[in-house]
Structure formats: C-alpha cells, structure tokens
C-alpha cells in the first residue's frame, strides 16, 4: 500500500531513556524539555508518556505550547522559555505555567501588575552568562537580584542560564559560563535570597560538567535517542524514538549513464533498479544528503539516487526488486535497521536538533506505546 511518509513514534523508547538519564542523576529533577512539537516527536503525547513514567518537570518555549499541555491533562510544573509577555501573564496564572524574569524592565513591569490588582505567576529568573541570548546580563545579574529582596510580592522561585558550548570538545568557555554562575548562586546565597529550583545543564553538560549545585538538569534531545555532538561522551546505551520511514511508489530499470533527477548529478554506472521514495525535502528529509546519503531496505544501505526533491527522491536498489508500497528506512531503528540521526547531521553539516525539528509536511505521525 502507497503512503505518505511515516514517522513512528516508540515512547516506549522515550520512557526507557528517560530512565536512562534519571538513574545517572538520581538525586536531579529531570526537566524534560518538549517545545517545539517534542522535537518534532508530538509534545503532547512525549509529555504525557513521560509524566506516566515519574517525570514532574517540562520546558516549552512559548505560553501557548504549554496551556496545550494543560488542556491535555499535563499536571507537572512546565516553564516557558521565551521573553515574558506582561499581556499574558494572567495566562500563565490560570494554567499555573513558570515564566521567565530576563530582562531588567521585567521586575518594574511585573510589580505594576501586581499593584493594579494582577496576581503573580511563578518565576525563574534567567541569567546571561555567555549565550548573548534571553537573559539578564552577568553583570546586571547581582543587582537584579537585591531589586528582588525589594520586591516580595514577585514569585521568583528558580534561577538558571544556558551554555553555549557545552556539547563541544573544548569546554573551557562552558567552565568559565559555569564559573559566572556559581558567583551569582554564591551572591545570591550571602544576601539570603534562595530559589528552590537551580538549573543550567543540556543534554551537552549532564554529560561533560558538574551538577553539584543544580536541583535540575534540562534534557532535550538525548531524551529523544540522539546524542547532541560528536564531542560528547557517549555512555549511555539511548535509542531512537523517531522511526522515520516512506512507501516506495515506482521501480524502473535504468541503463549504464542514464542520469537521475534533477540537475543530472548523478549517473549510474551499470544497469540497475532506480526506486521512486515518495518523500522530499517538504517532508523534513534534507536536501543535501543525497551527496552521500542512503537507506535501508531489508538490512542493506542503498544509496540516494541524485538530488532530493520537493515530494519525492530516488534510490539505487541494484539489482534488488522492490515491491510497490515496500518501506524503506529514512532514520531511526526498526529493530533490525538504524541509521542514525547524527550521522546525518555530521555528514550534511547540521544537527539532530535540525533533523528531528524538520519532520511535517504530509508526514503521519503514529504512536506506539
């Protein structure tokens, strides 16, 4: 049977990494992070998956994605990621969502809310340490924590940053970020002001640095079974959570020479079966790895016939002779197959994060317990 293109979704495997990561950090509150559709994974079934599994703490990036997660029965605390909207704070109330505090104006614009009658949502306070990004600036970071001594009324219960190159070789600029930060925590301690929730790390840096002071760790991609670098210690045994797999719609035999797709790029070099995948780049598959790309099809790679089109792409099957509507194996783990989203992304240039984010336009998404 032809069908679009199918991105299977294992929360099976979901749940066993976040066990995975949990049993490394035993005594941290895993903040599974879920924007962005879960990484292109589906938020609200990742989240609810996850939530079954013992895991009280979610990151989005906007309101609306949380007040999703809240209209489908989400119960654990969920903090947003982007710049306060002073508009929407009583949003953030009546979902009980976590906003962010990163920028100075933040604290006056929040204390006149609550003076014309408005009621504080909770608060993490968000530091610039080196990310250039949301944040209050380090060096505004200490004033900004006496201005909130000053302001009781304003619910800033957590305090975090963001590195920037946790997930690199050379981690000396994460150190000195990390360095920064434990100067505002030891600030911050000598002037009273506690904050119950303490968080920094990535996927990148519960892997490279120390947690010590943090009561949480962020944990984004590696949930979803790929590892955010190459430069990474890669210890834990994870698994991919996105079987991303297409219908192959025609198969034709071509001559030695005959040129393939677009631009004539590429060209066999013997008689062989040419496959018609009917997935393209508008469905998430990049378009540059058909420079040295390939799928799997009944535990053998075969690679990509010339350049990735809009709807579809070819594959060289040899002399193997699909069947109409077979599947082949785009990324991820069927069980007896895998391809990695990594080795993707280092061949192309990119990241999972790219990859994983990319995967829509006609493609269903089935999920399996």
């Given at each position: 049977?032809?069908?679009?293109?199918?991105?299977?979704?294992?929360?099976?495997?979901?749940?066993?990494?976040?066990?995975?990561?949990?049993?490394?950090?035993?005594?941290?509150?895993?903040?599974?992070?879920?924007?962005?559709?879960?990484?292109?994974?589906?938020?609200?079934?990742?989240?609810?998956?996850?939530?079954?599994?013992?895991?009280?703490?979610?990151?989005?990036?906007?309101?609306?994605?949380?007040?999703?997660?809240?209209?489908?029965?989400?119960?654990?605390?969920?903090?947003?990621?982007?710049?306060?909207?002073?508009?929407?704070?009583?949003?953030?109330?009546?979902?009980?969502?976590?906003?962010?505090?990163?920028?100075?104006?933040?604290?006056?614009?929040?204390?006149?809310?609550?003076?014309?009658?408005?009621?504080?949502?909770?608060?993490?306070?968000?530091?610039?340490?080196?990310?250039?990004?949301?944040?209050?600036?380090?060096?505004?970071?200490?004033?900004?924590?006496?201005?909130?001594?000053?302001?009781?009324?304003?619910?800033?219960?957590?305090?975090?940053?963001?590195?920037?190159?946790?997930?690199?070789?050379?981690?000396?600029?994460?150190?000195?970020?990390?360095?920064?930060?434990?100067?505002?925590?030891?600030?911050?301690?000598?002037?009273?002001?506690?904050?119950?929730?303490?968080?920094?790390?990535?996927?990148?840096?519960?892997?490279?640095?120390?947690?010590?002071?943090?009561?949480?760790?962020?944990?984004?991609?590696?949930?979803?079974?790929?590892?955010?670098?190459?430069?990474?210690?890669?210890?834990?045994?994870?698994?991919?959570?996105?079987?991303?797999?297409?219908?192959?719609?025609?198969?034709?035999?071509?001559?030695?020479?005959?040129?393939?797709?677009?631009?004539?790029?590429?060209?066999?070099?013997s008689d062989t079966?040419?496959?018609?995948?009917?997935?393209?780049?508008?469905?998430?598959?990049?378009?540059?790895?058909?420079?040295?790309?390939?799928?799997?099809?009944?535990?053998?790679?075969?690679?990509?016939?010339?350049?990735?089109?809009?709807?579809?792409?070819?594959?060289?099957?040899?002399?193997?002779?699909?069947?109409?509507?077979?599947?082949?194996?785009?990324?991820?783990?069927?069980?007896?197959?895998?391809?990695?989203?990594?080795t993707i992304a280092?061949?192309?240039?990119?990241?999972?994060?790219?990859?994983?984010?990319?995967?829509?336009?006609?493609?269903?998404?089935?999920?399996?317990?």
């Open positions: 049977m032809i069908s679009n293109p199918k991105a299977i979704i294992h929360l099976d495997r979901l749940c066993a990494n976040y066990e995975l990561i949990k049993k490394k950090l035993p005594n941290k509150q895993i903040m599974s992070v879920v924007k962005a559709n879960a990484y292109g994974h589906g938020s609200v079934e990742c989240a609810l998956a996850l939530e079954k599994s013992g895991c009280k703490s979610f990151a989005v990036f906007t309101i609306d994605e949380g007040i999703e997660l809240r209209n489908a029965g989400v119960q654990s605390e969920i903090l947003v990621f982007s710049r306060m909207d002073i508009h929407r704070l009583s949003d953030a109330v009546i979902n009980n969502l976590i906003l962010n505090i990163c920028d100075k104006s933040d604290l006056l614009e929040i204390d006149n809310y609550i003076n014309n009658g408005g009621i504080s949502p909770i608060f993490h306070l968000k530091v610039d340490t080196g990310m250039t990004r949301l944040g209050i600036d380090y060096n505004d970071a200490f004033e900004t924590i006496k201005k909130l001594k000053k302001y009781p009324q304003i619910n800033c219960e957590g305090i975090y940053s963001h590195f920037s190159t946790a997930d690199e070789g050379d981690l000396s600029y994460a150190l000195n970020q990390l360095e920064k930060f434990n100067a505002i925590l030891k600030l911050a301690d000598e002037m009273g002001v506690s904050f119950k929730a303490i968080h920094f790390s990535n996927s990148g840096a519960l892997l490279n640095l120390n947690q010590k002071r943090m009561t949480h760790v962020r944990v984004g991609m590696m949930l979803y079974g790929a590892y955010p670098s190459n430069e990474v210690p890669q210890e834990l045994i994870i698994n991919p959570v996105m079987e991303f797999k297409a219908s192959i719609v025609q198969v034709r035999r071509a001559l030695s020479g005959t040129k393939v797709s677009y631009g004539g790029v590429y060209k066999t070099e079966n040419i496959g018609v995948i009917q997935c393209g780049f508008a469905d998430g598959l990049p378009r540059p790895w058909y420079k040295e790309g390939f799928v799997s099809f009944e535990g053998r790679s075969f690679e990509i016939a010339g350049r990735i089109c809009m709807d579809q792409f070819m594959v060289n099957f040899e002399e193997v002779e699909p069947t109409i509507g077979d599947e082949v194996l785009l990324f991820g783990s069927n069980g007896n197959e895998k391809i990695k989203m990594e280092n061949h192309i240039d990119s990241t999972p994060y790219v990859i994983s984010t990319s995967i829509g336009g006609r493609t269903k998404r089935i999920f399996k317990d």
